[in-house]
C-alpha cells in the first residue's frame, strides 16, 4: 500500500480506515500474500490503524533515506489449514 493520506482538516473522520479496510479484500483478491507498506513514527494515528488491521513490524522492503521509517506487513492469505 502506498500513498494513503488524509488531510488534516477531515483527520479523525474514519476516511483512513475506510480506504484502508476497503483496500484489504481488493488486495487479497490479487492472491498475493502479503501487504507491506511505510510509515513515519509521529503519524501516530496511522501506526494505531495499521496495528488494529493486523500489520506487525518488518524488516525493510527498500533502502530509505527517511531515518525511522517504520516497514510493516500483513498476510493477505491465511496458509492452507489454517
Known amino acids: 500500500?502506498?500513498?494513503l493520506h488524509v488531510a488534516p482538516e477531515v483527520s479523525g473522520l474514519g476516511?483512513?480506515?475506510a480506504l484502508a479496510e476497503g483496500?484489504?479484500?481488493a488486495a487479497r483478491a490479487t492472491g498475493d500474500a502479503e501487504i507491506?507498506?511505510?510509515t513515519l513514527p509521529f503519524k501516530t494515528g496511522a501506526m494505531a490503524l495499521y496495528?488494529?488491521?493486523g500489520l506487525r513490524s518488518t524488516s525493510p522492503c527498500y533502502p530509505t533515506l527517511l531515518a525511522g521509517t517504520v516497514f510493516l506487513a500483513?498476510?493477505?492469505n491465511p496458509p492452507a489449514g489454517r
Do not use: E, F, N, S
Open 74 to 76: 500483513c498476510p493477505l
Open 36 to 38: 507491506r507498506l511505510d
Open 15 to 17: 476516511l483512513g480506515r
Open 1 to 3: 500500500m502506498k500513498r
Open 23 to 25: 483496500m484489504l479484500p
Open 51 to 53: 496495528a488494529q488491521l
